[in-house]
């Protein structure tokens, strides 16, 4: 890691998205206390990590990337050596264990062994037991890595459930999860952050050019030529269908007001049918910043 | 204090949860058995003293299989990254596993204690020298037990963990065989680093506080270098 600098308001969903060998579970492993940064320094909650480790780690919960099982252990017996190591006092841990068994659906299972579940029940443990001493901050690394379609839809609709009451930081490389949950993106490439932005106004940069898709209907040549005369703008793609013409523009950032802009395009040559912004999707946005140079941030 | 007993309450459930455990005691007893036969009727003394040869060639073999796994397998399966992201420390950690191997170990040496009441039946064994030789084997395996403990925290492999133990083991069991052929300052030193000096003081009832020192001073180093392990996680 290098120059990795970044600032978690509470009550924050944010996203860590890298390739794999990024450096994603590294910063996690770093943010946890379970690897020592070799400079810099990690605050939570007001607690520095390398001198109160052991204050840090009363306030998160941490779900590694393989959830961090005793097979031979039955659920209830897991979740009640999790609330015994973090500190639940003694009279709240039944309570606590209930409530938790209740959060991630898994009171119809709690005397099963760990080695007879599913992976997607024991992703689900794992948050169980990340969550059992209720963090300030909530750490989860790859949380629907190997799970089918739908665990991957039930863990992320606890994660959803989870995020009402605590800030959360969650790494993948599934790009979509970042889009359903989280707020924020951090977009991180061989150990640095390259992308540090709300998840909008990230699907919204793509430099200093934005798409526009025009569709009308009318005279296609003559509008062509007409763009030719329009400074900071460049047709990008065109196609037709019958009498509807499809038109793709490149224009300057500084243009917002499409009315003005179309009217000037068309100039009574056509009539608008639709008019709309191309936004860039996320996984393109993670394509480009990953070719680019790695010192360039956004 | 109460996270270390939690600890070690969950290493001695694993071992009743594993058969290998299962396994370890059934033949550990059985095997002490036919030798306590065999050594009685052909010597008979009221005496345990060559039973106590018996068990401490025994641990040396039972032991690695027992620690093998106890940071080993934490961390190849990454419930050590689950441990050490709790509020609990690496002490709490390193004694709470040395505990739970320690009172398993317990449980299998305390079958054996059956043996005083059998040779009392029969003949007039020293009281004394029977216990000092019990303490000392025990101690013999709480220091095998810490030797087990550090080699499974320098690894993720329980191959490699219990190799290693044996390999230490038996240089600490039996290096004493081989001075003959060190020259004189260096036979004093493996004398004194061995194991079988100090076990054999107790086993005649001779308990001095330097047998003392040095199997408890043994088990604090294991320990020690045990935790300096587990804390040193970038080059593992």
Redesign the interface.
């Known amino acids: 890691m290098s120059e990795v600098s970044f600032e978690i308001r509470r009550g924050e969903i944010v996203g860590f998205l890298g390739q794999n060998g990024a450096g994603k579970t590294t910063l996690m ?1 770093i943010l ?5 940064a070799t400079t810099g320094e990690v605050i939570i909650g007001g607690e520095d990590v390398r001198d109160n480790s ?2 840090v ?2 306030k ?1 919960g ?1 779900l ?7 097979p ?1 252990m039955t659920i209830g ?1 897991y979740l009640r ?2 609330a ?4 639940v006092p003694a009279a709240r841990r039944r309570e606590e264990i209930d409530r938790v068994l209740t959060e991630c659906d898994l009171r119809e299972v709690r005397n099963k062994t760990i080695r007879t579940l599913s992976r997607g029940f024991r992703q689900r443990v794992g948050i169980a ?1 990340a969550i059992i001493n209720d963090p300030e901050l909530l750490i989860l690394d790859e949380p629907t890595i190997g799970l089918d379609p739908v665990q991957i839809l039930q863990v992320r609709k606890l994660i959803r459930n989870l995020k009402q009451k605590r800030t959360v930081l969650l790494s993948t490389h599934i790009l979509s999860e970042i889009e359903q949950i989280a707020q924020r993106v951090i977009i991180i490439k061989s150990g640095r952050i390259i992308a540090d932005q709300p998840l909008d106004a990230l699907l919204n940069t793509s430099g200093s050019q934005k798409k526009i898709l025009i569709r009308f209907k009318g005279d296609r040549q003559a509008i062509e030529r007409t763009l030719l005369d329009i400074p900071n703008l460049k047709l990008t793609s065109v196609d037709s269908m019958e009498e509807v013409h499809s038109m793709e523009l490149e224009i300057a950032n500084s243009h917002d007001n499409y009315n003005e802009l179309v009217g000037k395009i068309l100039g009574g040559k056509g009539r608008i049918l639709e008019v709309r912004e191309r936004r860039e999707d996320l996984e393109n946005i993670f394509v480009r910043l990953n070719l680019a140079d790695p010192h360039t941030r956004v | 204090m ?2 270390i007993l ?2 070690a309450r ?1 290493e001695l ?2 071992y009743f ?2 058969p290998v455990a299962y396994i370890v005691l059934v033949i550990t007893i059985s095997v002490f058995n036919v030798f306590f036969y065999l050594i009685i009727d052909d010597n008979r003394e009221a005496s345990l003293r060559d039973m106590f040869k018996v068990m401490e060639f025994m641990f040396i073999f039972i032991v690695p299989i027992l620690t093998m796994g106890i940071f080993a397998e934490e961390k190849l ?13 690496n002490t709490e950690i390193v004694l709470g596993k040395y505990l739970g191997s320690l009172t398993f170990f317990t449980v299998i040496f305390g079958t054996t204690l059956i043996y005083y009441p059998i040779i009392e039946f029969f003949g007039q064994p020293d009281l004394a020298a029977t216990l000092s030789g019990y303490a000392g084997i025990w101690l013999e395996g709480a220091l095998f037990i810490a030797v087990g403990i550090l080699m499974s925290s320098l690894t993720r492999s329980q191959i490699v963990a219990a190799i290693s133990s044996y390999g230490v083991l038996f240089s600490l069991s039996f290096s004493a065989l081989f001075t003959k052929y060190l020259p004189s300052p260096a036979e004093t030193l493996v004398i004194y680093a061995g194991t079988a000096s100090h076990a054999q003081n107790f086993a005649v009832g001779l308990v001095t506080p330097g047998d003392l020192i040095y199997f408890l001073s043994g088990i604090f180093a294991c320990i020690l270098l045990a935790r300096l392990s587990v804390e040193n ?2 080059w593992q």
């Open positions: 492993r946890t206390s379970y690897l020592p052991l204050a780690r009363k998160i941490y590694p990337e393989i959830p961090p099982l005793y031979d017996e050596f999790a015994q190591l973090k500190d037991q | 109460n996270k939690t600890i969950k459930t694993a949860k594993s399966t990454g419930t050590m990254e689950f441990l050490m992201t709790t509020p609990t420390t996680r970038i």
